[in-house]
């Protein structure tokens, strides 16, 4: 069973619902150590003066902010406490904005909130409310020593997800990013057409449980092969792509693929349907 990180209350109006924060997500990636290949031991790091290359003993360490190439300014941990923004056990709701009108890209980590105790009704009164007129609350919350902006929104509507969100600041001006084609790149309206139409013929309805990690699947199942003693052949696949000789013959051929899928598709169901009612018979 998760163990909460943060417990407090969601306060809008004079309305206050007490809560406790559980992680929503936890990282699969396949993690190795550094180990020397000779014996098979851990490679330990040791913190060493880049000036006399000796060993530096953890209670002479000190934090340092560059100021200029290879200059610091040496700050005590007690000197930032001063700063460090008020442990508030409170989410303060500031706005309730539409979910459409926040780019995913302002989006960081993401949690659960469970009601705390008492907090039943209160609750599932927040959670209803939101989801029926699709808004987002936003508001500041304090986890650990740092201060987060974040969004409360109904995840399906069984519960409520806090996400911790970027500041506008630390979104990088897209307009920096080199080789993004300006309003010089025209598309012909047959162009958009075909484009429209592959996109159309390619649009399901969200389903996430046909996604999976296949790398992390080989990755795994090949560690686990060779922890037998078993011997791996690593086949390499190169990725064949049709020679196409402009952008509409490339958009008219994904579209006739596409489609042919799509016949297929809607033909397997009533397939399965058939010979389901053969063996109910």
Known sequence: MPRPIWSGAISFGLVTVPVKLYPA?????????????????????????????????????????????????????KELEKFAPEATRRIDISD???????????????????????????????????????????????????????????????????????????????????????????????????AKQLIESLSNEWDPDKYEDTHRKRVLDFIKKKAKGKTIEIEHHEDERPAVADLMEALRASVDKSSKKGKKRTRAPARRTTASRRRSA
């Open 96 to 194: 309730f904005v539409d979910l459409d009108e926040i780019d995913p890209i302002y989006y960081e980590h993401a949690y659960f909130l469970a009601p705390d105790k008492g907090g039943d009704k209160a609750y599932a009164l927040l959670l209803k409310a939101m989801d029926d007129a699709g808004k987002v609350a936003i508001g500041r919350v304090v986890i650990r020593t740092k201060e987060y902006l974040a969004a409360i929104r109904p995840y399906g509507n069984k519960a409520l997800a806090l996400e911790t969100m970027l500041f506008p600041d630390e979104i990088d001006d897209v307009s920096e990013v080199p080789g993004i084609p300006g309003r010089s790149a025209k598309v012909t309206p047959q162009e958009l057409k075909m």
């Open 25 to 77: 997500v936890h990282s699969k990636d396949v993690s190795f150590h550094q180990i020397d290949e000779s014996s098979g031991a851990r490679i330990k790091y040791k913190r060493v003066s880049e000036k006399t290359g000796r060993e530096v003993p953890y209670e002479r360490i000190a934090k340092g902010y560059e100021v200029d190439d290879g200059e610091y300014v040496v700050i005590d941990p």
